[in-house]
């Protein structure tokens, strides 16, 4: 959160708003800051989104909810421009596993996007969600459920450190969803083509302490 603070939402855009939702009461509720009353386990996931929904529609007057995760860079200015592109209403954007009705879900590390009246509608229903489910996963059940498509397309990048057994090559894979070309670099200044992509994931499962560099990285090349 420190990171994010400091890098992709230290970008002023007067068409966003950003909350932080974090899990089992820490401190005190600040106006970017939200702490649950549900645990910071993963199996508390699930009731926590659904606390974080309930919350985000006390604020009026937005049409969208981008939801991204910890490990996410966000490009603020590409997100508007790309909401600007979208209908106003039923709007769930992401990305699809593969499988049966059922068993295909959104997945979650590669962000989503909703219109206001679908989180409305899954509020008004929360007491259906599966919570037994991994949060992706009873998402897409409950938009299923909604009449949701899971078929809108997303749009997402995800940079993953390239090893040779255990030590990193300095080489970088960015791999695009939804409408650029993946691409291996070793500058991040190359990350402009990624076009207009504004999700990036940096989760790196190896070495979960190249996250906040990737940040940084990103960054620098992309303000």
Not at 156 to 183: H, M, N, P, R, V
Request: proline share 3%; glycine share 8%; net charge negative.
């Amino acid at each position: 959160m420190d990171t994010s603070l400091a890098t992709w939402d230290s970008v002023d855009n007067p068409n966003t708003h950003t909350i932080y939702y974090c899990g089992s009461l820490r401190g005190p509720q600040l106006d970017r800051v939200f702490y649950s009353n549900c645990g910071d386990d993963l199996d508390s996931l699930t009731s926590r989104t659904i606390e974080a929904f309930e919350m985000a529609l006390d604020t009026p007057d937005w049409e969208f909810m981008a939801r991204p995760n910890s490990s996410c860079y966000v490009h603020k200015d590409n997100l508007v421009k790309h909401t600007q592109t979208l209908p106003k209403t039923n709007v769930l954007k992401g990305l699809v596993t593969g499988g049966d009705p059922g068993v295909r879900f959104m997945w979650g590390g590669g962000q989503f996007i909703f219109s206001r009246d679908v989180i409305e509608k899954m509020v008004a229903r929360k007491n259906e969600w599966r919570r037994d489910l991994m949060e992706d996963v009873a998402i897409s059940r409950m938009a299923e459920l909604l009449g949701v498509s899971l078929d809108q397309g997303g749009m997402a990048s995800s940079i993953d450190s390239k090893y040779d057994g255990t030590q990193f090559t300095g080489e970088y894979f960015c791999l695009c969803y939804g409408g650029a070309e993946s691409f291996t670099f070793r500058d991040f200044s190359d990350i402009h083509k990624a076009t207009g992509q504004f999700f990036f994931r940096v989760k790196q499962d190896h070495d979960r302490s190249m996250d906040s560099t990737i940040m940084k990285e990103l960054h620098k090349h992309l303000v």
